[in-house]
């Protein structure tokens, strides 16, 4: 269950998505909704705007009712959104008499079990506080620079939480994960936190915690690789790169797959559908790091994340996991 949303967005829940800005991956200068809630979305067509909206939409939905009709002319989507549901909800064969005997649970269905019972604002919040941590770790290194000069902070910084071949071939692994949450300029953790903010909540609920963490973080992991090939190929060795973008792009992925035709609001004002938003996001991003012209922007990055959050709802859909 998702927790209940404040007054103010009560008032206004808009997920608003700033096409020039939905979040960037910068590089170093230095070197519940439960499930039924997305598969009605996609099946209703609901325009996610309100919680209140969107309480009475899966109200109606046949999927939170106790109604056994199913829709007169079902669609593709409507097919694949309902695939999500049953590659998560499991269900086992009954005896005559309607009894059921308890599957065997081992140490990961104990384990799955209660980390997915821990509240998902203590996830959500929980990888809020992680990011702006290492924000004020970033601003703590280049106040020890500015003042002792004393650059053995940024170079920690650089070589700890950013991803870089030098990096990579030097056995520091866990920058992969570390340079996910990693924001060395303000403006490039509000957008990615405000993005992260209004996107998460609805994917969290319906993933639960421990299917959201593999989303978040396989997304940001297969991002980081996407960055090192593509930059080994177009003959960037220095190249160094952070940010949570990508992360956040699988999370935006998923949840336009899951519901293609919700409406996203470009700069807050002009509606857009959701697979249009994230498809323009794909394209332009791709077309950047094939021509190589944004310097400050890891767009190969942005196109791992993307390419992640499709590959894990085809998984969730085909019941892979």
């Keep these: 269950m998702i927790p209940t949303p404040s007054p103010f967005l009560r008032r206004a829940f808009i997920p608003t998505i700033h096409f020039a800005r939905l ?18 979305l996609a099946a209703n067509n609901t325009k996610f705007t309100r919680p209140s ?33 049953r590659a998560t909800h499991r269900s086992g064969g009954s005896s005559r008499n309607g009894f059921r005997p308890p599957r065997p649970r081992g140490p990961w269905q104990r384990f799955r079990d209660a980390f997915n019972s821990i509240p998902n604002n203590v996830i959500f919040w929980s990888i809020m506080v992680i990011n702006g941590c290492v924000y004020m770790s970033w601003q703590f290194a280049h106040a020890q620079y500015t003042g002792a000069r004393d650059p053995s902070y940024i170079l920690w910084m650089r070589d700890n939480f950013t991803t870089s071949m030098e990096n990579f071939r030097a056995g520091r692994l866990w920058t992969l994960v570390t340079a996910c949450f990693s924001h060395e300029l303000t403006g490039h953790l509000f957008v990615n936190a405000f993005t992260f903010y209004f996107m998460a909540p609805p994917v969290l609920g319906a993933l639960g915690n421990l299917g959201f963490l593999g989303l978040y973080l396989g997304g940001g992991i297969i991002s980081s690789f996407v960055s090192l090939w593509w930059h080994a190929r177009m003959n960037h060795p220095d190249m160094h790169s952070h940010g949570a973008s990508g992360a956040i792009y699988s999370v ?13 609001y470009l700069f ?10 994230v498809s323009g996001l794909f394209a332009w991003d791709a077309y950047s790091a094939v021509t190589d012209k944004r310097i400050q922007t890891d767009s190969a990055g942005h196109v791992g994340g993307v390419l992640a959050g499709i590959a894990y709802f085809l998984a969730k859909a085909l019941r892979v996991f």
């Design 53 to 85: 909206a969107i309480t009475q939409a899966l109200t109606k939905s046949r999927l939170l009712s106790q109604s056994s009709v199913a829709p007169k002319s079902p669609s593709i989507l409507q097919f694949i959104s309902s695939s999500v549901w």
């Design 23 to 40: 979040s960037c991956r910068t590089c170093a200068q230095h070197g519940t909704l439960s499930r039924n809630a997305l598969s009605t």
């Design 268 to 277: 807050a004002i002009v509606p857009v559908p959701a697979w249009l938003c």
């Design 252 to 264: 935006v992925t998923f949840f336009a797959c899951a519901a293609p035709r919700t409406t996203f």
